[in-house]
T-cell receptor, first 112, second 113 residues
Framework: AQTVTQSQPEMSVQEAETVTLSCTYD???????LFWYKQPPSRQMILVIR??????QNATENRFSVNFQKAAKSFSLKISDSQLGDTAMYFC?????????FGTGTSLTVIP | EAGVTQSPTHLIKTRGQQATLRCSPI?????VYWYQQALGLGLQFLLW???????NRGNFPPRFSGRQFPNYSSELNVNALELEDSALYLC????????????FGPGTRLTVL
C-alpha cells in the first residue's frame, strides 16, 4: 500500500527566508506523480507544484521548487523568499492510477 | 471560468441521520473525487467517479456512497451518521488522464451532534 509521511506537523520561517518541508512516501511503483498542495486558512486547496516520477529534473514554480530523490522516496518542497501569503497547511500527495494518497500536512507560519 | 462548487457550506445533523453533500465540477472535467478531512488526519480518499461510474473507493464503510450525474456533478451520501463523521468534506475535479491536476472545492463542513 502507498503511504505518504510528512514528519513536520508545524514549521515557521521568517519572512524572506527559505524553508524546506519534507515528505517521504512508500511505493513499489515506478511510474507515479507527486504533488504539493497548499491550503491557506479558510481557503481552498490549490496546487503548488507537480512532479512526474519518470522525469529526473526537479520541478520548479517561481519561488517553489522540489528536491525529488526517487531512490530514497523523498519529495521535499523548498520555498524561497517566504512571504506572509505562504502561511498555510501544505500537503504532500502521491498519485497512481487516479487515486491520491495525502500526507497529514505541515502547518507553515511565515513570521513578519 | 467557475471553479469547483460545493453545497451546502455547513451541515449540522444528529447521530443516525443521513447527510447529502453536492459538488459541481469545473466545466469539461469528467472526474470527481471526494475526500474526508478530519482534524489531524490529512485528507482521506473516499470515492472517485468518472463518466458516471464509480471507479474507486477508499477504506470507508458502505454507508458512504454517492453518484455522478450525466452533467458530471456529484452527490455524496452518508447514512447512519456517527459522531466521528464530523469533518470537512472536499470535492475535487479533474480532466481525464493519469497525473491530471485535481482542482478542489471549498468543502462542506459536516457536524454530527
Amino acid at each position: 500500500a502507498q503511504t505518504v509521511t510528512q514528519s513536520q506537523p508545524e514549521m515557521s520561517v521568517q519572512e524572506a527566508e527559505t524553508v524546506t518541508l519534507s515528505c517521504t512516501y512508500d511505493t513499489s511503483e515506478s511510474n507515479y506523480y507527486l504533488f504539493w498542495y497548499k491550503q491557506p486558512p479558510s481557503r481552498q486547496m490549490i496546487l503548488v507544484i507537480r512532479q512526474e516520477a519518470y522525469k529526473q529534473q526537479n520541478a520548479t514554480e517561481n519561488r517553489f521548487s522540489v528536491n525529488f530523490q526517487k531512490a530514497a522516496k523523498s519529495f521535499s518542497l523548498k520555498i524561497s523568499d517566504s512571504q506572509l501569503g505562504d502561511t498555510a497547511m501544505y500537503f504532500c500527495a502521491f498519485m497512481k492510477g487516479n487515486q491520491f494518497y495525502f500526507g497529514t500536512g505541515t502547518s507553515l507560519t511565515v513570521i513578519p | 471560468e467557475a471553479g469547483v462548487t460545493q453545497s451546502p457550506t455547513h451541515l449540522i445533523k444528529t447521530r443516525g441521520q443521513q447527510a447529502t453533500l453536492r459538488c459541481s465540477p469545473i466545466s469539461g472535467h469528467t472526474s470527481v473525487y471526494w475526500y474526508q478531512q478530519a482534524l489531524g488526519l490529512g485528507l482521506q480518499f473516499l470515492l472517485w467517479y468518472d463518466e458516471g461510474e464509480e471507479r474507486n473507493r477508499g477504506n470507508f464503510p458502505p454507508r458512504f456512497s454517492g453518484r455522478q450525474f450525466p452533467n458530471y456533478s456529484s452527490e455524496l451520501n452518508v447514512n447512519a451518521l456517527e459522531l466521528e463523521d464530523s469533518a470537512l468534506y472536499l470535492c475535487a475535479s479533474s480532466l481525464p488522464g493519469p497525473g491530471s491536476e485535481q482542482f478542489f472545492g471549498p468543502g462542506t463542513r459536516l457536524t454530527v451532534l
